[in-house]
């Protein structure tokens, strides 16, 4: 089924550790974007990518570094964990911005990080 | 600016009751508006969304929302709901990208 999806869907880190998150569309979608969910702070936007070879700081950038070398891969980064950073993260794509064409925003099912 | 501000972090209801979801949102830009639901443990399905034309706008599920643009609001409402509807709510605004609100979580009580 055409969609969006993650790796991994759980993990534990010890602090200071590094771990990459894989992103993959098979949409041809333009745009990909990470999302943070912490309880009661809704999702947040980490990084946004507007196309291939091109990304962009959201709202809460910091601690984190993404790469979209490859059209259908987005990659998220966290160079040194931190227990602050325990979350659910969330990859998404779109045709474009706005969310209007076809199906809009397509959600991945999320990756669960705990950092101890 | 975007932003969207959810005014009610919980709402308890008792089943077949009525049912508003409270968003307000700013822009700076041209907005389109979104609600998503997530059930307990899965990932954010779409309920509705707001483009243009006819404010009232229907989605899955029996829900719809009410686009307003001189209050800046987009209400989500269900007539009546069901134990099924147990879950949390996300109202969005996308312009240059997609910005969430809070969440809101509606806890459906026989």
């Known amino acids: 089924n055409a969609g969006v999806t993650q790796t991994p869907k759980f993990r534990v880190l010890k602090t200071g550790q590094s771990m990459t998150l894989l992103c993959a569309q098979d949409?041809?979608?333009?745009?990909m974007y990470w999302y943070r969910q912490d309880p009661g702070m809704g999702l947040r936007l980490i990084h946004y990518?507007?196309?291939?070879?091109?990304?962009a700081k959201g709202e809460v950038p910091d601690g984190y570094n993404v790469s979209r070398l490859k059209k259908q891969n987005f990659l998220l980064g966290l160079e040194s964990a931190a227990p602050s950073q325990t979350s659910v993260y969330f990859c998404?794509?779109?045709?474009?911005?706005?969310?209007?064409?076809?199906?809009?925003?397509?959600f991945g099912s999320g990756t669960r990080l705990t950092v101890v | 600016a975007q932003s969207v501000t959810q005014l009610d972090s919980q709402v308890p209801v008792f089943e077949e009751a009525p049912v508003e979801l409270r968003c307000n949102y700013s822009?700076?830009?041209?907005?389109?508006l979104f609600w998503y639901v997530q059930y307990p443990n899965q990932g954010l399905q779409l309920l509705l969304k707001?483009?243009?034309?006819?404010?009232l706008v229907k989605g899955i599920n029996g829900f719809e929302a009410e686009f307003n643009k001189s209050q800046t609001s987009f209400h989500l409402r269900k007539p009546s709901v069901h134990i099924s509807d147990t879950a949390e709510y996300f109202c969005?605004?996308?312009?240059?990208?997609?910005?969430f609100g809070q969440g809101t979580e509606l806890s459906v009580k026989p």
């Open positions: 998404a794509s779109s045709w474009e911005a706005t969310g209007l064409r076809n199906y809009g925003y397509t």
């Open positions: 949409m041809n979608h333009e745009y």
């Open positions: 990518s507007v196309g291939e070879g091109t990304t």
């Open positions: 822009s700076s830009v041209s907005v389109y």
């Open positions: 707001y483009l243009s034309g006819s404010t």
């Open positions: 969005a605004v996308s312009g240059r990208k997609l910005i």
